[in-house]
């Protein structure tokens, strides 16, 4: 029987719903809109398309949107003049940096003067920090989407098998947490592990985060497991495609994103729960 198809698209669109009613109740009872602000450093395509997309959905909900445009020729000092404004500024609540960064900047000396009040992509390593001891920081908006896809298909997370392929700082270290807080066994794997197809067949709950077209066969799947692809690979073909081959696993798993379609959506929709997370803590709100 065919996987169940976990849908991004629908979920994030019911995130931003939700969020769309408390941001017009914080308005009405508090008069305070939540701000977001975007620095995007030079003129990488899809980076313009992420940084429109995210201003596009924030401004949806009800938010303030900012967005910061700097040539690609700016200095480190012309960044963290930006990231220091952001800091500063009352009606920012969170902020994030694009990334990649031009190669004269260096992006670890950037997200390191985000304010970790303010870190909407909860990069900072405060914030990393935080979540590695469980103590409620900002968690990275990609990872939260993976667990609310998961959470779809599995309410209880106790005592399963979870395998992570792929070790970045961004999804797949702190994916691997969010995991373990919810009592799952688990594994980091990444490309240089051996027999990488025999530790994702123990995987009750397995998250592809690699960045390789399609690694993920449909015999590394145990059946009936949640797969979940965080992968966006575009081919020679101008076709994008995930880190699993999508056709042969749908038959095995329980349950699977699709690429498009998948996680994509919903890390715009955890980044705008994270501003809104951010803004009721700064503003104590709660
Ligand atoms: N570039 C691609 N994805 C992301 C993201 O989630 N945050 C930032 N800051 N840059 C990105």
Known sequence: MAARILDGKALAASIRAELATKVAALKAKHRITPGIAVLLVGEDPASQIYVRNKAKAATEVGFFAREVKL??????????????????????????????????????????????????????????????????????????????????????LTGLEAVVIGRSNTVGKPVAQLLLKEHCTVTIAHSKSKDLAAIARRADILVAAVGRSELVRGHWIKPGAVVIDVGINRGADGKVRGDVAFDEAVEIAGAITPVPGGVGPMTIACLLQNTLMLCERRRALN
């Open 71 to 156: 040539t690609a020729t700016a200095t480190e000092r012309e960044v963290l003049a930006a990231v220091d404004a952001f800091n500063k500024d009352d009606a920012i609540d969170g902020f994030l940096v694009q990334l990649p960064l031009p190669p004269q900047v260096d992006p670890q000396r950037v997200i390191d003067a985000v304010d970790p009040a303010k870190d909407a992509d909860g990069f900072h390593v405060t914030n990393a920090g935080l979540v590695f001891q469980a103590r409620g920081g900002v968690a990275p908006a990609t990872p939260l989407g993976c667990m609310a896809l998961i959470k779809l298909a599995r309410t209880d």
